[in-house]
């Protein structure tokens, strides 16, 4: 594939034995937080506008969607982003350290609707226990959606986890930002539907009486 200019702002982490250095790349900013499948990722530049104090990690396997994320930031001298090109369940799994963010934000993922793709679905099991082991004590997990059967499963795995508490009003500072799927599936007609949960300890296990 040619590449571009921009390419040189996207870190492409491919190599499985790389734990990312989360707090050196924040470089003394308080604050870490992470679009997850960002796209084009309007809503990873306004959410890093807001706050220079905050280093917005973007990540997505899509080049052409993290090139048009850093011609923006250029063209608005945004600083405060990393665009990573990496699959997701290899950033959550394997990359990123322990208690690393402070949010996380997967918004409209792909829903896969058709039965024979379910298993193509990010959120599973697994996959929470990831979310659960990367956010810091008292982190936040935003997810949106506008396929109520994804929704669905989604809440019944984060019941089952036990990892998660929902704190929807946490979501009122989150509410003027949009991204651009949501803005895609708002202007025909859908709606999209937010939740945010903190995790919390998992509960003791005990064994016998
Ligand atoms: C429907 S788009 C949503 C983009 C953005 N979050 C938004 O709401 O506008 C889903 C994005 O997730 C990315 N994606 C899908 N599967 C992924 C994976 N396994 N790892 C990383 N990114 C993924 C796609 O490339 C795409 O940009």
């Not at 989150?174 to 708002?186: I, N, P, T, V, Y």
Request: glycine share 6%.
């Amino acid at each position: 594939m040619e590449s571009k200019a921009e390419d040189r702002h996207i870190t492409i982490l491919t190599d499985v034995y790389t734990v990312l250095p989360v707090a050196a790349l924040a470089r003394g900013r308080r604050r870490v937080e992470l679009d997850l499948g960002c796209g084009k990722g309007s809503f990873t530049t306004r959410l890093a506008q807001r706050d220079a104090e905050t280093l917005v990690l973007a990540a997505d396997v899509m080049i052409g969607r993290l090139r048009k994320l850093v011609k923006r930031n250029e063209r608005e001298q945004v600083d405060n982003i990393v665009a990573l090109r990496v699959e997701a369940r290899m950033l959550l799994g394997i990359m990123l350290p322990d208690r690393c963010l402070d949010r996380l934000h997967i918004l409209c993922p792909d829903p896969w609707p058709k039965g024979r793709h379910r298993g193509n679905r990010l959120l599973c099991s697994d996959f929470l226990t990831q979310v659960h082991r990367v956010l810091k004590s008292g982190g936040h997990w935003h997810f949106s959606t506008d396929d109520m059967n994804y929704l669905e499963q989604v809440r019944q795995v984060v019941a089952a986890s036990g990892l998660f508490e929902e704190r929807p009003e946490q979501l009122a500072a989150l509410a003027d930002l949009k991204s651009d799927f949501e803005e895609r599936w708002e202007s025909e007609g859908k709606t999209v539907h937010h939740h945010l949960w903190v995790g919390v300890e998992p509960p003791p296990v005990t064994i016998g009486h």
